[in-house]
């Protein structure tokens, strides 16, 4: 495909499972504009985010490395240009590169690979959550309040106002740059926060989804499902589940988390609108994506944190006049999202990282021997987790635990844990070897624990730890 001559904007959300779309064929989740934008493009159908928590994601993003290369494990270590980026190096071939809206970086002055950052949403005071950071079993801070907000269901909250304001911002930037006689290719990133709780959502959002249409979550522990033991230790920290007020509640919380996914998908409609009316249609390439997924009850579980599809798999979209609409089902990650956009540019990788530019994917067959790989060391994990996709097969390595093992050509919905059955016994062989050519899980794990240690120390200690960082979601920015 080309792409040359063409500017590229790039829409990230927050917390948007890849399965909430209605392109993909999603039972009820209604998602028009992003279905159009997916009709006029490339669905990568196996995308995944490089690590299922905010901070660490998009500095894996930003970089182009896993999370253990760039050794940012959690949301107290924001990236602020340790490394070059993908900004920095559009920046070095001239190209003009703003962002508009969250970035979760660590703050404002820092030189981070963009030009201007317009309201930019950044860690909390610029240290994030530190808390988080204290992850062995009899340290780790209990929660002060509901992660997923005090209160839920229909309104407004400081998020949904956040995205108006980033939209806002976005349709005032679209007009001024059309006005503009340059006709050099640029670069914009949009952050969008939805459907990131708290799970308050504008009533007409909420109302396209009436308990009785939504399904029950599946796995749930009250109906005998057992968690895995990392998840259940986890979850002895947050359980997010057992902190509903009521039944109803718990119904609320699905039908918001839905209700946000269509106010997402109703702002990005009036950005693509603006960017037809400006003219910016046929010489733009359009990249829609998301940080990291939601479990929204599966499994008993909310927010995202673990290595499961709901949490680990992201959406990802490519569209452009020039690109032959269709679908790639080769696994893709983030990294090579970040590999793209110098691509796009013809500018050099920022740190040679393992990703592959997605043009170059999407132009050949499916690549059934491709690798894609993700980790978690950060919230309530007493120890890291480490996922691998390779072709129809997802294996889930837990430091200390047994590991799991999926077969998402025949059980999509990871229902059948196989790695104590015999059968399998070479697959989980063959993928933990994958796993070895990318790290030494034992290695890593300890290396994540010395950083966090020698952060924490470099506060005063554990319990001056404990007090730094939100409780629940980063606030925004003032307005």
């Known amino acids: 495909m080309s792409n040359k001559n063409q500017n590229l904007i790039i829409i990230m959300s927050d917390e948007h499972q890849a399965k909430a779309l209605g392109s993909i064929g999603h039972p009820f989740v209604k998602t028009p504009n992003l279905d159009k934008l997916a009709s006029n493009g490339i669905n990568f159908t196996n995308a995944y985010t490089p690590c299922p928590i905010c901070v660490p994601a998009r500095a894996s993003f930003a970089t182009g490395l896993p999370v253990h290369k760039n050794r940012l494990w959690d949301n107290a270590m924001p990236y602020f240009g340790q490394l070059p980026s993908w900004g920095h190096m559009l920046q070095k071939k001239g190209v003009s590169v703003e962002s508009i809206g969250k970035l979760h970086y660590r703050a404002k002055e820092d030189d981070d690979g963009f030009d201007v950052k317009h309201i930019p949403m950044m860690v909390y005071k610029g240290v994030g959550m530190v808390w988080g950071s204290i992850r062995r079993e009899n340290e780790r801070k209990t929660r002060d309040q509901r992660m997923l907000g005090e209160y839920i269901g229909p309104g407004n909250s400081n998020y949904t106002d956040y995205d108006e304001a980033v939209v806002k911002e976005t349709i005032n930037w679209l007009e001024n740059k059309s006005n503009e006689i340059n006709s050099d290719p640029w670069c914009l990133y949009i952050g969008l926060v939805a459907p990131h709780f708290p799970l308050v959502v504008p009533q007409e959002f909420y109302d396209m989804y009436p308990h009785e249409i939504l399904p029950n979550t599946k796995l749930n522990p009250k109906d005998g499902y057992v968690q895995h033991p990392w998840i259940k230790k986890q979850k002895e920290l947050r359980n997010d589940e057992k902190d509903f007020k009521s039944d109803k509640e718990r119904w609320d919380a699905i039908a918001s988390y839905y209700g946000l996914c269509s106010f997402l998908d109703f702002n990005i409609g009036k950005i693509l609108d603006k960017i037809s009316d400006c003219g910016f249609l046929e010489n733009s390439t359009i990249i829609y994506?998301?940080?990291?997924?939601?479990?929204?009850?599966?499994?008993?579980?909310?927010?995202?944190?673990?290595?499961?599809?709901?949490?680990?798999?992201?959406?990802?979209?490519?569209?452009?006049?020039?690109?032959?609409?269709?679908?790639?089902?080769?696994?893709?990650?983030?990294?090579?999202?970040?590999?793209?956009?110098?691509?796009?540019?013809?500018?050099?990788?920022?740190?040679?990282?393992?990703?592959?530019?997605?043009?170059?994917?999407?132009?050949?067959?499916i690549d059934k021997s491709r690798v894609v790989f993700s980790e978690y060391h950060a919230a309530s994990s007493v120890s890291g987790a480490f996922m691998i996709r390779k072709d129809q097969w997802k294996y889930i390595y837990y430091q200390g635990f047994d590991p799991e093992l999926f077969d998402l050509q025949n059980d999509p919905e990871e229902e059948n844990n196989l790695s104590n059955n015999p059968k399998f016994f070479d697959i989980l062989n063959e993928l933990n070897l994958e796993l070895l050519k990318i790290c030494d899980p034992k290695e890593i794990n300890d290396l994540a624990f010395k950083d966090q240690d020698d952060m924490i120390e470099g506060y005063g200690g554990i319990e001056e730890a404990k007090k730094l960082g939100a409780n629940a979601a980063t606030p925004p920015p003032k307005l």
């Open 289 to 365: 994506t998301s940080d990291h997924g939601d479990n929204v009850g599966a499994r008993g579980l909310w927010g995202k944190s673990n290595m499961y599809e709901e949490s680990s798999a992201i959406p990802l979209i490519i569209s452009s006049s020039t690109i032959k609409p269709g679908r790639c089902d080769t696994p893709v990650s983030l990294l090579d999202l970040s590999e793209t956009i110098v691509d796009h540019f013809e500018a050099k990788s920022p740190n040679n990282g393992p990703g592959e530019s997605l043009y170059k994917i999407a132009n050949k067959p």
